[in-house]
């Protein structure tokens, strides 16, 4: 199914105004620009003129109230949408492995429910795997320079160190590529793009298709000359390449710390053990302190499965997290370096032109306004795209955090559990003993 | 019985409010409970620690430490007075001296161990350093612990240097002295040597040494190893309180995550800290184990004493055999055995009827020398194996008793230590839900 996709999405024009999810996302224009299309329209993401100062922060409001609901109402669906606004519902499940002569992976149902018009059926099932993901994300980065992707899980895998079939990896990285899609899916301008589309429907996956679908949008905000030099970024903008630099230094640092305890409770480990077994070998040359001694070394046992899954749940749930979060402030790093080359490009342009027209009295030329067009749209995406993001980060570092607890908290009651009901039964023991040498 | 009403009360005591503190207790009340002793007659505790400085043998300044014996006789507090109990000041060295005086003396007994002379077994945070408090601290529970287990005991509680050195502060060393124990010290080369000649040894005591290789040999891996575990569990909570300062740090680039990292911060701070605490107490257990380590030696001790014994006693029967055999071949002139007498008297001729009548007179009054010496070794070897006897089963059952119970007290403070960790990281979950 090659050709059949631009073809679902060509019907940009009538679009019902209940379909139209905020003002920035103006859901007709985003595709205008693609196959066969002769709107030579500036291509940006969406067609909105200029005033969308307004907009974005309605829409950014509306974000955060939608986003605030969902954190009290449903933690395990953290995009749980209300559901009047959603129309698309997307879900990753049921992990295969194939194994070929050439190699071995594993593939991934994507599960699509929705009423757009864009999409031919209402229903879609898929398989797709990784590569797959990495290709969308790709094309939405290229298409949509202006938003914010979010992150995948991380591409490559130590060998050795993780193994890559084991069902607790491959469960956290269905998880993570779940929760890639349902961003998309939730994205009010992303989630039109043609290229999720394709993904979602199309049976085999031709990625050489893509380059049909590259939007002038990429195109143009690519071919934007390196010349120019940014003046004045706007100090909302400087405080976001500030925060993400400070953020970027504190996950790394909590990364490291993580990796140190996981380290120092392995070495921990280790010693415990060892120090289970000396009771067990004690037991051999005593009688009646057989059983508080197996008793002992039946519960450091116990301690140590408890720890053992802590730390494995901390390398599979935790890291990952954090590491794709590092990837996320990269990406975001770069639409903003996207940001000011557009600016820089305006300024420049605009400063040429000004002299010009002082010379000889020629027009603003069309070509200046259409980047200033560019920049204020820019603006605007990211502004309402950094809100979201803030919001989606609180979240989703709150469940992150609260999950680190939460297992800490599992791994002690286990233990405690342990050693109580051993504590009832040597001293259920005492009495009895002291009851019959009574009687 | 007093003793099964209190062992009764301990069993029934519901699981969160048994502490570590009542099984030591518990240990304290059973010896004053069971024992006919000086213990059920006078109240004795060592309550203080202190620094002394003074000029030692050689003449030189040196810093010690003095613990204070106090004592109060039962029969005036059971009738409610509460007197001023007596005390001395004793320092390390002179507990050695009475438990050396007691090893020589009662040879029989698996006399109660001193806690160590140094700290051994001791993970990175504890210094090695005789002078440190919480060193001071333990020595001085471990020297109560050895005085309340000797004078408890139904054989040394009697012993008149005991009470001297709980009620006599000076001139008790030369009281000492002057028992002429050193000299009954048995030399640690005869020691081994019977150890590895002795033909005939009780199989129950060569039991019993085997098991006292077997105690010492766990208690001390048990040791070793716990030391390795709280080495390293120690540096687990503390690379947590790194989670303090970062998320301090990032909390301040937050606008509403900020007072909920702030918060969570300062529980992982308070959960890293906890560890010092947790670990002290563990302390406690160890030094439980220590004893008995100790005890092992002690136990062994008793062994070795009667495998002397009996090897003298064999050494005294074999010499009486062959005295009475030379006597035999004197008087009856049939040679045996080889000898050099046999030998120059067939080479040089034999000796004069005078010389011999002489010898064998000699040999008869060595021959009845002998046979004293082997009935006083036969008394002494068959004693030291009946009292020794009595005296191992007492131990196998206080051993059994105080081991399990500090087991039972070792799971405690596992519950204890999980529970505090429950409290930290739901007081830190709680935060992460404000976040």
Known sequence: MSVGAPRALASSGQKPITEILHPLSAAEEPLSVTVGGDKQEVGLTNGTPVETSSPASTSSLFNRLQLDDDLEADVRDPYADSTEMRDLFVTVDDPKKHVSTMETYITYRVSTKTSRVEFDLPEYCVRRRYQDFDWLRIKLEDSQPTHLIPPLPEKFVMKGVVDRFSEEFVETRMKALDKFLKRVADHPVLSFNPHLNAFLTAKDLNKRQGLALLSKVGESVKHVAGGYKLRARPAEFCAMGEY???????????????????????????????????????????????????????????????????????????????????????????????????????????????????????????????????????????????????????????????????????????????????????????????????N | MAEDGREESVAADDDSQHTAEDGRNGLNNTMVEESPTLLRRMEICVAEAEKRSGKNAVNMQETFTVYLIETRPMDALAEGRNPAPDSLWRRYSEFELLRNYLLVTFPYIVVPPLPEKRAEFVWHKLSADNMDPDFVERRRVGLENF????????????????????????????????????????????????TFRVRNPDKRFMDMKHYSDELQSHTSQLLRARARVADRLYGVYKVHGNYGRVFSEWSAIEREMGDGLQSAGHHMDAYAASIDDILEEEEHYADQLKEYLFYAEALRAVCRKHELTQFELEMATQDLISKKQQHEELSTGIVRTFSFKGMTNKLFGQEAPEQREARLKLLEELIEEGEEAVKDKTVECEEHVEKAWVDMQRFKEQKDKDLREALINYAVMQVSMCKKGIQMWSNAKECFLKM
Request: aromatic fraction near 8%; hydrophobic fraction near 35%.
């Open chain 1, 244 to 438: 993400l630099d400070t953020f970027n230094q504190k996950l790394g640092t909590i990364d490291r710390i993580a990796q140190r305890i996981l380290k120092e409770q392995s070495e921990y480990l280790t010693e415990l053990r060892e120090y289970g077994g000396v009771y067990s070998s004690w037991v051999g040359s005593e009688d009646e302190l057989r059983r508080p001694l197996e008793g002992v070394a039946g519960c450091v046992t116990t301690s140590c499965g408890g720890l053992e899954d802590l730390g494995d749940n901390m390398t599979l749930d935790f890291l990952p997290v954090l590491r794709e979060y590092v990837l996320y402030l990269e990406s975001i790093k770069n639409v903003l370096r996207k940001r000011d080359q557009s600016q820089a490009e305006y300024e420049g342009r605009l400063e040429a032109a000004i002299l010009r027209k002082q010379e000889d009295r020629t027009p603003m030329p069309l070509e200046v306004e259409k980047c200033q067009d560019k920049v204020e749209c820019f603006n605007a995406d990211l502004k309402a795209d950094w809100e979201r993001w803030q919001s989606n980060k609180r979240h989703d570092f709150k469940q992150l955090l609260t999950g680190m607890a939460d297992r800490n908290i599992n791994s002690y009651e286990k233990s405690q559990a342990a050693w109580e009901s051993l504590i009832t039964l040597l001293q259920d023991k005492q009495t009895e003993d002291k009851t019959s040498e009574t």
């Open chain 2, 147 to 194: 005085l309340l287990r000797v004078a408890s005991h139904p054989v040394l509680s009697n012993d008149k240097i005991l009470h001297h050195f709980l009620t006599e502060e000076h001139g008790w060393k030369e009281v000492v002295y002057e028992t002429g124990f050193q000299a009954k010290a048995d030399s640690r080369l005869k020691a081994l040597s019977a």
